[in-house]
């Protein structure tokens, strides 16, 4: 048999995950990184930073069926450290710990960003991104 979760229990989940990035005494970070994204969040990141956008606090939405919106309002920019296309990223609490990898993209993706080719001093805005607890 397959273990699932019902949709209150996903979302309880999904927000016990996301609040994890509202630990601290201030908001919380997306690193974006060129590149693949390495193979758990304990792994070292691979790539070269391009971004470092601060959260909202918090940093997330509630959940509802086992997903949680991250909050862009307002926007969350950042500038461009580096040159490279945007791969992975990797979302820490203030004090600089862990909480979750994921993959950039331009729409569909956990985080989807105004463009994927950063460049040293472009502004880059997060269009969207999202956590979802899987179901089972």
């Keep these: 048999m397959t273990l699932r979760l019902a949709a209150d229990s996903r979302s309880a989940a999904a927000d016990a995950v996301v609040d994890r990035l509202d630990a601290g005494a201030a908001p919380g970070t997306i690193k974006v990184y060129s590149g693949s994204q390495p193979a758990t969040p304990a792994?070292?990141?691979?790539?070269t930073l391009l971004l470092t956008f601060t959260l909202n606090d918090?940093?997330?939405?509630?959940?509802?069926t086992g997903v949680s919106a991250l909050d862009i309002a307002?926007?969350?920019t950042a500038t461009g450290v580096a040159a490279g296309?945007?791969?992975w990223f990797r979302a820490a609490d203030s004090d600089g710990n862990?909480?979750?990898d994921g993959?950039?993209?331009l729409g569909g993706s956990e985080l989807n960003l105004s463009t994927l080719a950063v460049s040293i001093?472009?502004?880059v805005t997060i269009t969207s991104g999202t956590y979802t607890q899987p179901q089972g």
Aim: charge should be negative; include cysteine; hydrophobic fraction near 50%.
């Design 43 to 47: 792994t070292a990141p691979t790539g």
């Design 58 to 64: 918090p940093a997330f939405a509630a959940a509802a």
């Design 74 to 76: 307002p926007d969350l």
């Design 85 to 87: 296309d945007a791969g």
């Design 98 to 100: 862990t909480v979750l």
């Design 103 to 105: 993959a950039c993209g």
């Design 121 to 123: 001093g472009l502004e």
